[in-house]
């Protein structure tokens, strides 16, 4: 899999990066679909595919990728497939740093330390390749005013988008109300995406240990403020970083 074309999980991100802020919109739900993301792009990418609510290995060599091939040997280590509610409702912690990590690595942000309270030290980041952010952009924009099948991964993009709850941050206001209605609709253009998003939803509403039901697309909300890194679900904060 070569790196000339950006991965899902990093478009995830770059489209919830706030210009003005340099924070991430729904930073709690947003690192439930970068896990949910990384599925994505490995299937995708050939090496997994969903058997019926759950993920199963079908070529286990490494795509080139550090952060996906880690996730597709965790993966083929558990030996069967595995419900991808569970997969995406597990610990991730520093995923979406590594994420930010690796897009300042590229260039497509930059890092702007500071301080939270005057106290503890936070780092937020500004997207430089703003081209780059556009164009990610505009195709979920062409694909809801033009209302034409998008491409699997702009479809998957856009199922991740809402299952994180971006779209109020995407589209926001009365009216963006129809965008966001289009934009969950974009769901049913691609399998594995919506497998992916609606696991990322039951997550978020607490059905991980229920076999997920068909159900019609949900949206989230969070709030955009910065917490200290590490994960919350980690409870030890060393350094903060952007949300």
């Given at each position: 899999m070569g790196r000339s074309r950006r991965t899902i999980p990093e478009e995830l991100l770059l489209l919830a990066l706030d210009p003005a802020t340099g924070t991430t919109a729904q930073p709690q739900s947003l690192d439930l679909g970068l896990a949910g993301a990384?599925?994505?792009?490995?299937?995708?990418?050939?090496?997994?595919?969903?058997?019926?609510?759950?993920?199963?290995?079908?070529?286990?060599?490494?795509?080139?990728?550090?952060?996906?091939?880690?996730?597709?040997?965790?993966?083929?280590r558990r030996g069967s497939p595995v419900r991808a509610v569970h997969w995406i409702g597990g610990p991730r912690l520093g995923l979406r740093q590594t994420y930010l990590t690796h897009l300042e690595r590229c260039g497509m942000v930059h890092a702007v330390a500071g301080q939270m309270c005057g106290v503890l030290p936070t780092t937020r980041y500004q997207a430089t390749e703003t081209a780059i952010s556009r164009e990610i952009r505009n195709r979920l924009d062409n694909a809801i005013r033009t209302g034409v099948p998008p491409d699997p991964r702009t479809a998957?993009?856009?199922?991740?988008?809402?299952?994180?709850?971006?779209?109020?941050?995407?589209?926001?206001?009365?009216?963006?109300?129809?965008?966001?209605?289009?934009?969950?609709?974009?769901?049913?253009?691609?399998?594995?995406g919506g497998l992916v998003a609606h696991a990322v939803m039951d997550v978020q509403n607490g059905a991980a240990a229920q076999p997920r039901r068909s159900a019609p697309a949900r949206g989230g909300a969070g709030d955009p403020a910065g917490v200290p890194v590490q994960s919350r679900r980690g409870g030890v904060a060393a350094r903060a970083v952007a949300h």
């Amino acid at each position: 899999m070569g790196r000339s074309r950006r991965t899902i999980p990093e478009e995830l991100l770059l489209l919830a990066l706030d210009p003005a802020t340099g924070t991430t919109a729904q930073p709690q739900s947003l690192d439930l679909g970068l896990a949910g993301a990384q599925l994505v792009e490995l299937a995708l990418a050939g090496r997994i595919a969903p058997d019926g609510d759950r993920i199963a290995v079908v070529l286990p060599r490494p795509t080139g990728d550090p952060t996906l091939d880690s996730a597709l040997e965790l993966l083929r280590r558990r030996g069967s497939p595995v419900r991808a509610v569970h997969w995406i409702g597990g610990p991730r912690l520093g995923l979406r740093q590594t994420y930010l990590t690796h897009l300042e690595r590229c260039g497509m942000v930059h890092a702007v330390a500071g301080q939270m309270c005057g106290v503890l030290p936070t780092t937020r980041y500004q997207a430089t390749e703003t081209a780059i952010s556009r164009e990610i952009r505009n195709r979920l924009d062409n694909a809801i005013r033009t209302g034409v099948p998008p491409d699997p991964r702009t479809a998957a993009l856009a199922a991740l988008a809402h299952a994180v709850g971006l779209g109020k941050h995407l589209y926001p206001g009365n009216e963006g109300r129809s965008s966001r209605s289009r934009l969950r609709d974009l769901i049913r253009h691609d399998p594995m995406g919506g497998l992916v998003a609606h696991a990322v939803m039951d997550v978020q509403n607490g059905a991980a240990a229920q076999p997920r039901r068909s159900a019609p697309a949900r949206g989230g909300a969070g709030d955009p403020a910065g917490v200290p890194v590490q994960s919350r679900r980690g409870g030890v904060a060393a350094r903060a970083v952007a949300h």
